[in-house]
Every structure is written in C-alpha cells, then in structure tokens.
C-alpha cells in the first residue's frame, strides 16, 4: 500500500530535550516536506527536499533541522524544543517539486512542556 | 508570492442542504489549485485539483470546484450535504516549478447538522 508514515503519532516532552520524528514513504517520490498545523493558521512548511541531500527552509523553519540521505525518509529534528513549537506535524511527499498532488502521513501531536 | 484566504473558518449546513466553502487565491502566475480534506485523527487527503484545461472539476465525494481567474476564486461546492462531510477543508494553491509547492489557507471546519 502507497503511503507516509510517521513516527511517533503523539510525543510528549521536556523542553530542551533533543527528539526525532521519522517520516518514511515508500512510493519513490522525489520531494518531501514538514508541515505543522497549528489552529487558524493552517499548515506552514517548515522544510522540504526536493531530492537527496537537497534540502531547503520553507516558511518557519526555526527550532528544525532536518536531512535527506535516502530517498524515502525525511527526519524532523529538534535539538532545543521549545513550547512553542507545541503542535501537530505531517510530513507530505509527491512525484516531484511542481504543485503536484501531495500525500500526507497521519501526523504527529507533539506537546512540550 | 502566492496567499489564499479561505472565508469563514467554521460553517454549518443542515444535511441534504448545500454546501459552499469558499476559497480565494493570490498568485503572480497561472496558478495550481486545491482542495484537501482533513478528517479527525487523520492527515490531509486530496479532494480534487485545478492545473489547465476545464474550469470546473470534479473531485471525490461528490465535490466539484470552478476556477474563476475574474474572481480570483476556486469555491468548493456539494449540491447535498450528508453526515460524513464533517471534517475540516483546505484550499491550497501552487504553481508550475515551484520549488516551494504549496501554500495552504487557514482552513474551514464543516459541520453537518442533522
């Protein structure tokens, strides 16, 4: 079955403790992207890959790193979580860079405290 | 750059009764239209998409959208609302070669009353 996964779905932490989320997709797509959703704000992008070790900041990118050293998987990272990065995160990924169709994980809650 | 407004961030319809959601885009090109889906618990799923051609399109769940570059609109549209509709609706817009692929608007939460 064509789709993203993330890992993990709900994340609690401390601030200042380092974490990871995973985002894997198994349909060969070149672009990938974080996304975070917070309410009346709909989705911002925070990073996106448009292949291998090609990576570039989307709209928010600070607090986040992020790498691209196999086609399939896109890591989120927080080195320093800051309560204000408290929200719900997707990573997306389509055929290639362009506006073509996306396909999103199922999201990750993440609250720091 | 590119921005959309989506008008109304909570709208209620009775079920059986029409649906519009209403969309409105900013871009300096031809642009790519959308409209996602997002259900409880759940990540976005696409409902349909403008890229050329037709300006009317058809989508899933029987959803339709026109694209009017006069208006600079893309309204999403279901001529009978049924319970499952509930969830919350995105538009996004895009455009050919963009490096930076989507922008997405505020989002619209759709609530179907019985």
């Known amino acids: 079955e064509a789709q993203v996964t993330q890992n993990p779905r709900y994340l609690i932490t401390v601030t200042g403790k380092k974490l990871t989320v995973t985002c894997s997709q198994n349909m060969n797509h070149e672009y990938m992207s974080w996304y975070r959703q917070d309410p009346g704000l709909g989705l911002r992008q925070i990073y996106y890959?448009?292949?291998?070790?090609?990576?570039d900041k989307g709209d928010v990118p600070e607090g986040y790193k992020v790498s691209r050293k196999e086609k399939r998987n896109f890591p989120l990272i927080l080195e320093s979580p800051s309560p204000n990065q408290t929200s719900l995160y997707f990573c997306?990924?389509?055929?290639?860079?362009?506006?073509?169709?996306?396909?999103f994980g199922p999201g990750t809650r993440l609250t720091v405290t | 750059a590119q921005s959309v407004t989506q008008l109304g961030s909570h709208v209620s319809v009775s079920e059986g009764a029409l649906v519009l959601l209403r969309c409105n885009y900013s871009s300096s090109v031809p642009p790519y239209l959308f409209w996602y889906v997002q259900y409880p618990n759940q990540g976005l799923q696409l409902l349909l998409k403008?890229?050329?051609?037709?300006?009317l399109v058809k989508g899933i769940n029987g959803f339709e959208a026109e694209f009017k570059k006069s208006e600079t609109s893309f309204h999403l549209t279901k001529p009978s609302a049924h319970m499952s509709d509930a969830a919350e609706y995105f538009c996004?817009?895009?455009?050919?070669?963009?490096?930076?692929?989507?922008?997405f608007g505020s989002g619209t939460q759709l609530t179907v009353l019985p």
């Open positions: 890959s448009m292949n291998v070790e090609v990576t």
């Open positions: 997306a990924s389509s055929f290639r860079e362009g506006a073509y169709e996306q396909y």
């Open positions: 996004a817009v895009g455009y050919r070669g963009s490096a930076r692929q989507l922008t």
């Open positions: 403008y890229t050329t051609g037709a300006t």
